[in-house]
C-alpha cells in the first residue's frame, strides 16, 4: 500500500504528520494524521493508539484542538486520526445534511445502495488501517488503542469490543452509547446505511448492546461526559452503557461525569491526559 506524506510539523518533539492514501475499503482518496513521538533511539518503536472523530469532522480537527501531543509524547504513543468518511464520492445527498454522508460515516459498513460502495469505515478502521501502519511505522507489534469522541466514541467501544484480538485499550469522550435510539443512528445513519434489519444489522454497532453481549477477555473502558453537553440525554445516553456494564462483568465502564462540561474540544482538551494514560497503562502492561 502507497501512502504520500501531506504534512509534516514538529510538536512537543515529535512530529504531527498528515498522510493520504487510496483506499481500497472506501474506493477514494482518504487523509489520516499521524502523530510520531520523538525518537530517541534508531531503534525505538511504538505503541499505537487510534482516534475516531466526531461528525463534520476529519483528520484535522483533533491534531489542531486537542492538545494530545505532549502527552503522547510523554506516554511514548504513536496516535493515528482517520478522516470520517469517505471523501469525494459524489453520491446524492451526501452533502446535504451535517450529520449524514460526508463527514458522518458512522465506523459501520453499509449494505444498502448508495453507501455500500463507499461507506465501509468499520473495515476501513479494522483492517485497511492497521495493515497499513504495520507496513509503514514502527509499530510494536501488537494490539492497538482505539478512543474517540462523540460519534467516535460510538466507534471507538463498538469496534474496540468486537476486536479484542486487535484493540486492547478503549476510552471515549460523550460517545453515542445507544446509537439505535439516537436520532443520529435511528433516523439517519442507521436507517439509511444499514436499512431496517435493527435486530441483526443494528445491535453489531450499538455500544450499550455489545458491553451487554460481551464475552472476551475483561475489559475497562474509561468514559468522560460533560453534564452541560447539549446532547447528552436525547444524543448520548451515557447511563445505557454504564446499566449495561452493570449487567456483564467482564466489562467495567468508569463514567465520569464532568460538571459544566460541555460537547466541545474544550472539553476534551481538559481530560486528553488522563486518556493517554489509561491506554499507555493498559498497552504496556504484560
Ligand atoms: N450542529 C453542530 C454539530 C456538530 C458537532 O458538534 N460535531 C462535533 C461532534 S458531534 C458527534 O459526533 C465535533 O467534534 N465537531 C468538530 C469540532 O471541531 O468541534 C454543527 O454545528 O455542525
Redesign the pocket.
Known amino acids: 500500500m502507497t501512502i504520500e506524506l501531506v504534512s509534516k510539523t514538529r510538536c512537543f518533539g515529535g512530529l504531527q504528520k498528515v498522510y493520504k492514501h487510496e483506499s481500497s475499503e472506501l474506493n477514494c482518496t482518504m487523509k489520516f494524521s499521524l502523530y510520531e513521538p520523538e525518537q530517541r533511539a534508531d531503534t525505538e518503536r511504538f505503541h499505537v493508539l487510534f482516534y475516531l ?5 476529519t483528520e484535522e ?1 483533533f491534531i489542531q ?1 486537542s492538545g494530545f501531543q505532549k502527552y503522547a509524547n510523554e506516554q511514548r504513543l504513536m496516535v493515528v486520526g482517520p478522516d470520517t468518511s469517505p471523501r469525494g464520492c459524489n453520491i446524492p445527498g451526501d452533502r446535504d445534511a ?2 449524514f454522508g460526508e463527514g458522518a460515516g458512522f465506523y459501520v459498513d453499509a449494505t444498502k445502495e448508495p453507501w455500500s460502495k463507499h461507506y465501509r469505515m468499520y473495515s476501513y478502521v479494522t483492517k485497511e488501517l492497521p495493515t497499513l501502519i504495520r507496513q509503514n511505522f514502527p509499530f510494536i507489534s501488537g494490539k492497538f488503542g482505539i478512543f474517540g ?4 466514541g460510538h466507534g471507538a467501544i463498538s469496534i474496540g469490543l468486537r476486536n479484542p484480538n486487535l484493540f486492547k485499550s478503549i476510552s471515549a469522550f460523550a460517545p ?1 452509547c445507544n446509537p439505535s435510539n439516537s436520532p ?1 443512528g435511528r433516523d439517519k445513519t442507521f436507517k439509511f446505511y444499514l436499512g431496517e434489519d435493527i435486530q441483526d444489522e443494528w445491535g453489531k454497532y450499538d455500544s450499550k448492546e455489545l458491553v451487554l453481549s460481551y464475552a472476551g477477555p475483561p475489559r475497562k473502558i474509561l468514559v468522560d461526559q460533560g453534564t452541560e453537553d447539549d ?1 447528552l440525554s436525547s444524543h448520548l445516553m451515557p447511563e445505557t452503557l454504564k446499566d449495561a456494564a452493570t449487567a456483564n462483568s467482564n466489562v467495567d465502564v468508569e463514567l465520569r461525569m464532568q460538571e459544566g462540561y460541555n ?3 474544550f472539553f476534551i482538551a481538559t481530560f486528553i491526559e488522563d486518556h493517554l494514560k489509561h491506554h499507555a497503562h493498559i498497552l504496556n502492561a504484560a
Open positions: 472523530s466526531g461528525l463534520t469532522c480537527n484542538k451535517y450529520d469522541h462523540s460519534m467516535g453515542i443520529w446532547f460537547h466541545s474540544y
